[in-house]
T-cell receptor
Framework: GENVEQHPSTLSVQEGDSAVIKCTYSDSASNYFPWYKQELGKRPQLIIDIRSNVGEKKDQRIAVTLNKTAKHFSLHITETQPEDSAVYFCAASMDQAGTALIFGKGTTLSVSS | GAGVSQSPSNKVTEKGKDVELRCDPISGHTALYWYRQSLGQGLEFLIYFQGNSAPDKSGLPSDRFSAERTGGSVSTLTIQRTQQEDSAVYLC????????????FGEGSWLTVV
């Protein structure tokens, strides 16, 4: 089955800096890669996703890049703000019926002002 | 309902007892997931239901864990003979179809085994 590795496990940045979180996956058939943000004590929520027919997707201060050959994808947050502090999870699955979404172990991002 | 609903929100049980956790997915969602999140840890996949297909049980950690989904809607996760290491938040999620669609999480059921 699919296995997703995520690094780093913790990341501390200054407000205004950029943050990058990287994930690798094992199943070359996976083609859907969402990112979830979980604030303390709350449920995870989708912030951005990418499918294997594109290499990069951007939404305001966040962007995700995908390298299918290397089987890795990354989350980029620019101009970080204290409210970006949370745990971020990457995930991977096949974009078809019958496949589960498998998550990485998460990255705790701390943005200090 | 408007979102994924889980009950109970908190459960304290004695070691060795059985517990049942309930998930009511978003109306019309065909896919339903159970994940486990231990304190400060990641989202551990447990089981996945998609429509009338056989569930993917590959993440269940032991035969003490089971889940069913009745009528393609409500799901119950059962943990038999609970152990202290079962203490965690059990998160249910649903989506319109498997793979490629946003999954929406419930608030979770906090289980503490004493």
């Amino acid at each position: 089955g699919e296995n997703v590795e995520q690094h780093p496990s913790t990341l501390s940045v200054q407000e205004g800096d950029s943050a990058v979180i990287k994930c690798t996956y094992s199943d070359s058939a996976s083609n859907y890669f969402p990112w979830y943000k979980q604030e303390l004590g709350k449920r995870p929520q989708l912030i951005i996703d990418i499918r294997s027919n594109v290499g990069e997707k951007k939404d305001q201060r966040i962007a995700v890049t995908l390298n299918k050959t290397a089987k890795h994808f990354s989350l980029h947050i620019t101009e970080t703000q204290p409210e970006d502090s949370a745990v971020y999870f990457c995930a991977a699955s096949m974009d078809q019926a019958g496949t589960a979404l498998i998550f990485g172990k998460g990255t705790t991002l701390s943005v200090s002002s | 309902g408007a979102g994924v609903s889980q009950s109970p929100s908190n459960k304290v049980t004695e070691k060795g007892k059985d517990v049942e956790l309930r998930c009511d997915p978003i109306s019309g969602h065909t896919a339903l997931y159970w994940y486990r999140q231990s304190l400060g840890q990641g989202l551990e996949f447990l089981i996945y239901f998609q429509g009338n297909s056989a569930p993917d049980k590959s993440g269940l950690p032991s035969d003490r864990f089971s889940a069913e989904r009745t009528g393609g809607s409500v799901s119950t996760l059962t943990i038999q003979r609970t152990q202290q290491e079962d203490s965690a938040v059990y998160l249910c999620a649903s989506s319109g179809s498997s793979g490629g669609n946003t999954i929406y999480f419930g608030e979770g059921s906090w289980l503490t085994v004493v």
